[in-house]
């Protein structure tokens, strides 16, 4: 099975010393984010890397589900971060330390689609043929603010992330906004919850949601024209807990979940009303290491 890099994209306000808020992917993942306490350097070297595995849909819009492995590397140099979540890399060519706990997040984004690429269950869908990778080019901007409700650790953050396929897959958009908040519960455990929504270009919708002439003589599903528009919103959760005594260090384990739904005319898509389902889940966890 694919492995899949995955990182921050679920809850992914963090506190000021592992911050590292990056934009929704379709698949989510843990932050694994660390609180900070007045002893701690928050602007030191960090590295995570951990592995695990998730039951989720094996395409979006699915109602086959099957197990993926997930990974997470994220880490932190001189008080720039970076991540590989989704199968996207982002660095954030910002660096850590803001006053007043306001940080700033802006870079590039650079990933690749796997979605309809295999492991397409369902023959109907089968039938309308796969889709080569696609790969997305593009940037990120959010702010978070530190100490806002329960304790001087815990962020609420807002992001927005700007993709475009450069490869001639899908030729089209995708536009990501996100709230993020995420609070330490101690020196152990984090938990974080994110809200989300994924806006796409036309040829977005038409590619993976639409089914022309042909592919209804092949499939037997009804002609559909997509377009874009919101094709869905989210929300999902998210907990870590250290083995080690102190989650910014060490051995820890992390749990998530998240539930989206499509919305509008990509829930009326054949490919979904038919042969899918509009309401898609996302459950996984793993074991984690921070350097």
Known sequence: MRLILTLATLATATVPAFAQPTPVQTQPSPPLAQPVDAGSDPQRDTFTIGLGAAYNPSYIGSDNYVVTPIGVLRGKVSGFDFSLRGPQLAIDVVRDGGAEGVEFQLGPLVGIRLDRTSRIRDPRVAALGDFDIAVEVGGFAGVSKTGVITSEFDTLSAQVAYVRDVSNVHDSFILTPSIDYGTPLSRQTYVGLSLSASIVGDRFGQTYYGVTPAGSVASGLRPYSAGGGIRDVGVGIVAAQSLSGDIRRGASVFAI??????????????????????????IGGGFAYTF
């Open 257 to 282: 979940a998240n539930y989206s739904q499509l919305l509008g005319k990509f829930k009326r898509s054949p490919i979904v009303t038919t042969a899918g389902d509009a309401d898609q889940y996302f």
